[in-house]
Nanobody, 120 residues
Framework: QVQLVESGGGLVHPGGSLRLSCTAS????????MGWYRQAPGKQRELVAD???????NYVDAVKGRFTISGDNAKNTVLLQMTGLLPEDTAVYYC??????????????WGQGTQVTVSS
């Protein structure tokens, strides 16, 4: 089991920036990937960006060139730097971690969600 602590959400104007942070802790042997998903009102949850233990990254097309994800393996932390925010980025953002127990079993955990609102 792993616990995720998220921070960094808030209200910003279009064109503004926010930095989301997520730190994982608990009984986990290794982390394979950490990332962020988002769910806008009336929409399905979607992957925004993630990064694996090899520092390979993946982004949804809508945020490429505007968002940057980075991880710190030693601190079990993932950051999402968001710039050039648009109203359509408004959503609840959820941290996600994929890892393994010492038995080799895979697990996935979710944060509680942090609200990002982009509005004038």
């Amino acid at each position: 089991q792993v616990q995720l602590v998220e921070s960094g959400g808030g209200l910003v104007h279009p064109g503004g920036s926010l930095r989301l942070s997520c730190t994982a802790s608990g009984r986990i042997s290794s982390i394979d990937a950490m990332g962020w998903y988002r769910q806008a009102p009336g929409k399905q949850r979607e992957l925004v960006a993630d990064v694996d233990s090899n520092n390979s990254t993946n982004y949804v097309d809508a945020v490429k060139g505007r968002f940057t994800i980075s991880g710190d393996n030693a601190k079990n932390t993932v950051l999402l730097q968001m710039t050039g925010l648009l109203p359509e980025d408004t959503a609840v953002y959820y941290c996600n971690v994929k890892g393994q127990l010492s038995t080799g079993s895979f697990l996935t955990s979710w944060g509680q969600g942090t609200q990002v609102t982009v509005s004038s």
